[in-house]
């Protein structure tokens, strides 16, 4: 079990930058997959970014060259660094610990980014 609170959520213009910071529980350096997942009014939760606990990564097309995801397994946190943000990267960002069968969600964080 593990418990996700992010932080670093806010309202920014078009062509700025937010990092999202996810602290965990306890010891993350054994869990294989974590990521970042957003989910914007009135549409379904989709995938942001993903990272393994070699530092496999992988990047919703959308938001590749622009997003960034890292761990921390010293500090137990993975960030998402997000770059030359549109519009339509708004949405509530939440945290994912991938403890196979079960998965573990933070309470999210809101991004909004003006035009």
């Known amino acids: 079990q593990v418990q996700l609170v992010e932080s670093g959520g806010g309202l920014v213009q078009a062509g700025g930058s937010l990092r999202l910071s996810c602290v965990a529980s306890?010891?993350?350096?054994?869990?294989?997959?974590m990521g970042w997942y957003r989910q914007a009014p009135g549409k379904q939760r989709e995938l942001v970014a993903t990272?393994?606990?070699?530092?496999?990564?992988n990047y919703l097309g959308s938001v590749k060259g622009r997003f960034t995801i890292s761990r921390d397994n010293v500090k137990n946190t993975i960030t998402l660094q997000m770059n030359n943000l549109k519009p339509e990267d708004t949405a509530i960002y939440s945290c994912?610990?991938?403890?196979?069968?079960?998965?573990?969600w933070g309470q999210g964080t809101q991004v909004t980014v003006s035009s």
């Open positions: 994912n610990a991938d403890l196979d069968p079960n998965k573990y």
């Open positions: 990272i393994t606990a070699l530092g496999s990564t």
């Open positions: 306890r010891d993350i350096s054994s869990i294989n997959v």
